[in-house]
């Protein structure tokens, strides 16, 4: 017999939930087959068999909370297939045949110990008396004689399980203090208890604050607009917002580095290369996939490597590698429709850009006239802890001049 364990996914990744299984009891297997999914912090993982043979017993159900190391099933590489164990339910039957008859034992012995106290009951008194478990010598008749009637013995019953009641119905009552209307609860998912903890972390950690400017995304829209069909005909994919933003970003964070650097312990650590993570809303929360090497990609390549991670994310399909190590983040919350956000930091980065949706809004020009322009609204988060808020401000705008004047940006991306 073989036991299949939880493996080691990752250093940071200690444990998981089992998601689903994707293989029952009495099914044959091979060496490499999948036969779970495992939520873990990060990303949804299949679990393999180092071995073939049948899955003789699955000893951790669904939703179950495992470490790595833990036996989660048993293989046995010499049975057939549909051969699991069945299981022994003969000593419960036997148990539960046995206890009618210790009940009748002890509601007979309780007669005969009545009897002998000469207690007076009429025989339909004992036999309820029987039936509920009542000791009569407790029995307070209300027979001017003594004599106890099952009308007796229901009443002594009544007060004997009156107090068991009203102590069941005490936490009901305590209960509908929270709530008087319908709710539904669920167990929240790990990854959604792993994001909960580390935004509420960064708050506790970083000396966060956001700063604020606005872009004019004229030149931009007209850019696409006239490299739009070009651009598909060579690469294969639309020239998009993204790929502008994450240009602008990488040259924003070769002119200002301490943007692209982490604390660890007592020192700065400044990163030379420019990962961008780009996040993605998916069915289980936020995922934050990175697109490695950023600085050297050209617009095409950018644009391709955002839609294959996006696309991975919403299949949550994404590899743990995919969402490891980037140095810095940009998030779009106007794909939803949000006018202006405060990001938060994705730690243990010091900085995040937030993009915004695009409005029409009346610009003054320099020549004073008034024209209808796309503007946006770009928000800086920054751990003020190793950044500068002058700093951080002449960043961001360095973002918008090279946003506004896209088409050196084009030519030096």
Known sequence: MKEIIVPELAESITEGTISEW???????????????????????????????????????????????????????????????????AAPKEEVKAEEPKQEETVQEEQAEEADKLDVIATPAARKRARELNIDLSKVSPRDPLGRIRPEDVEAAHKADTQPKASAKKAPAKAEKTEFDKPVIREKMSRRRMTIAKRLVDVQHTAAMLTTFNEVDLTNIMKLRKERQEKFVEKHGVKLGFMSFFTKAVVGALKEFPLLNAEIQGDELVIKQFYDIGIAVAAKEGLVVPVVRDADRL??????????????????????????????????????????????????PQVGILGMHSIQKRPVVMPDDSIEVRPMMYLALSYDHRIVDGSEAVRFLVRIKEMLEDPYDLLLEG
């Open 22 to 88: 994707l293989v029952k009891e009495g099914d044959r297997v091979e060496k490499g087959d999948p036969v779970l999914e495992l939520e873990t912090d990060k990303v949804n993982v299949e679990v393999n068999t180092d071995y073939a043979g049948v899955i003789t017993e699955i000893l951790v159900p669904e939703g179950e909370d495992v470490e790595v190391g833990d036996v989660i099933a048993k293989v046995d590489e010499s049975a057939e297939a549909g051969a699991a164990p069945a299981k022994e």
């Open 298 to 347: 050209d617009f095409a390549g950018v644009e391709k490597e955002i839609k294959r991670l996006a696309a991975k994310a919403r299949d949550n399909k994404l590899s743990l590698s995919e969402l490891q190590g980037g140095s810095f983040t940009i998030t779009n919350g106007g794909v939803f429709g949000s006018m202006m956000s405060t990001p938060i930091l994705n730690a």
